[in-house]
């Protein structure tokens, strides 16, 4: 859990908190043309819920940030360019947000949407 | 229009553009957009590590280009499909991707051509748009994709009038440029920041290449550009101080009639050097260097183009006068951080000390001491910019350990605070600093070699008071050894000598004393040679500290 202690108490943050962050961030990254889930299990449950954290998944590690994040990349993009685009705004967005580092994120190519074959 | 370029204009108009042709202007775009590139990189606001957006651009444009550099005849449709293969291969950062789905694009709408035609041309731009736009899911506008739909749009509306491909270019240029002006309204972050958008001034300097090798007007300099007012760097415009450019003159001022750019800085450039001009909140600041006879002449000039609201003038041979007495007439020079590395910051209360810091590898010195504490800001500023997360703090003082705590609590970085009291325990730190080594084993090693060295300060009393069983008169020299008052003495020579007696010099290797701003250089080497003479046996070292308040600060190890 991310913690911050004040002299007034602790600030706690959840990882569903710094997800939803990451979420936005990731599908104003250029060349994301979605966020896949995990797995099946975790996109049935997704769909149902509706939840707005979607192929995010947030972990501490002690008191480190892990940032795992799963996308659909357009097809004819660069996608090791469009990857470390995303790492780079969501690392930017939630350090900017939460005001502690984020310690790894690791993007994951779900799969490739082709809009125009070539 | 003059008549050479319309008889080139003509001259393009009676061939037909092929592959070639192709290959041309986009050389022409590329050339012109690298002639322009830092005006591009200085409108970045998003400060992520890949963030040079012209940089970026003009990468992924000499990509694109390096994959037809060497191509033979081919068809219109050939060529824009390699175009489009090297920008995709050689895309960087956000602004190259969306460039490079522009050209696969504009590749596409021209799939199966020979030549180019103005409906091709038409249609392969509003294909440009409509790819870009695909490859996100929440196009912000305000951005490169918004100028490529105003230019698609601005072609699809000049192709009503005309069907040559040169005067659809023509028109889109200005529509680019409108566009690229309007960004701040409709990206807020832009408007705060001041710019445009860099990515949409790369688009425009591309197409704005094309068209002036088609004018056949000079690609490789870059216009006289305005930058955003906050862009403007005054401040280290100091070290560039010609010889007899003495004058530092600064006017802001609203032109009458729209500021013609080119004219402006040839005129100033008779007067003077170091010309910059920014624009931003409804007006122009102008600054310049000149010779002292004619420090008012950029003001008469601009009163006679517009209205002045302000105007600074300063004398820059008195101002580096200042600057030189306060860093010791040298320039510090810092160590220089690589990403990754760890970086120390250390506060100093004098420019010698600041000096010995700079020569054991500090990156950022933040002045203060005893009477002086930094705060918490100062110290934050030091190490916000340098490019690393591993920061090492050494307060040098007990007050500012506390500013240093704080600073460590508001920042993102990864910071360590070794918590020296004293300058020598401060540069005995830094005797264990490995910029590559691991930070936190780093912090350690320094924490522990702070006790490795015995540290006297000698300062004359500002009050009389009783401390730890020693008397003190105002007015007498006292000595604290390691913070704590020791000894209270009428002279400084008698000080000096019993300070080492009491920290067991005899069994020292080194002894290093720093004198302050109030002894001169004479009378300090003078209780060196005193010292040399009681110790024998001792390594003595002589430093200029330059630090108020204490006479002697003296490193004992």
Known sequence: MGKEITTLGSIHISPNAVATIAYHATLQSYGVVGLAPKNLAEGLAATITNVPTRGVSVYYDDDLLDIDIHIVVEYGTRITTVASSVANTVRYHVQKALGMPVHHINVHIQGLRVSNPD | MNPDTQARLERFKATPIDGQALKKLVEAGLTWLRANQQTVNSLNVFPVPDGDT?????????????????????????????????????ARGNSGVILSQLWRGFARGLHGQDVLDGPGFVKALAEARDTAYKGVVRPVEGTILT????????????????????????????????????????????????????GGKGLFFIYEGMLRYVYGEALDAPLVSIQPLSAMNLENSMEAVEPGQDY???????????????????????????????????????????????????????????????????????QMDDISRKTGGEKLTLATIEPGQIAVVAVSPGP????????????AIVEGGQTMNPSTQEILNAFENLPTDKVIILPNNKNIILASQQAKDVTVKQV?????RT???????MM???????????????????????????????????????EVETGQVIVLLNGKLVLAAVTIEEALLGMLEKAGAVESELITLFYGQDLTATEANRLADLVRKTYPGQEIEIQDGGQPHYQFIVAVE
């Open chain 2, 423 to 429: 300058i020598p325990q401060g540069l005995s730190a």
């Open chain 2, 248 to 318: 530092e003159v600064v006017v802001d001022f609203h032109p009458a009639n729209s500021l013609d750019l080119q004219r402006f800085y040839g005129d100033l450039e008779e007067m003077g050097t170091s010309i910059q001009v920014g624009e931003g909140e409804g007006m122009y600041r102008m600054h310049i260097h000149v010779p002292t006879e004619k420090r008012y002449q950029p003001i008469d000039y601009i009163m006679g183009i517009g209205t002045i609201t302000k105007v600074a003038i300063e004398n820059l041979l008195a």
């Open chain 2, 54 to 90: 012209g940089t970026n651009m003009v990468l992924t444009m000499q990509a694109a280009y390096n994959e037809i550099g060497n191509l033979g005849h081919r068809s219109i449709g050939q060529m824009a499909a390699s175009v489009s293969q090297g920008a995709l291969m050689g």
């Open chain 2, 432 to 470: 264990h600093l490995n910029p590559e080594g691991d930070v936190e084993k780093v912090a350690g090693k320094m924490i522990k070699s702070i006790d490795d060295v015995a540290t006297g300060e000698i300062t004359v009393a500002t009050r009389s008071v009783e401390i730890d069983g020693v």
């Open chain 2, 352 to 363: 010698g000390i600041s000096r010995v810091f700079a020569s054991l590898g500090v990156a």
């Open chain 2, 147 to 198: 100028v490529a739909k105003d230019i698609a749009a601005a072609a699809e509306h000049a192709l009503k009038e005309t069907d040559d491909p040169f005067e659809i270019l023509a028109r889109i240029i200005p529509a680019a440029d409108a566009s690229v002006q309007h960004t701040p309204e409709l990206l807020p972050v832009l408007k705060q920041a001041g710019v445009v958008d860099s």
């Open chain 2, 416 to 420: 360590h605070i070794v918590p020296s």
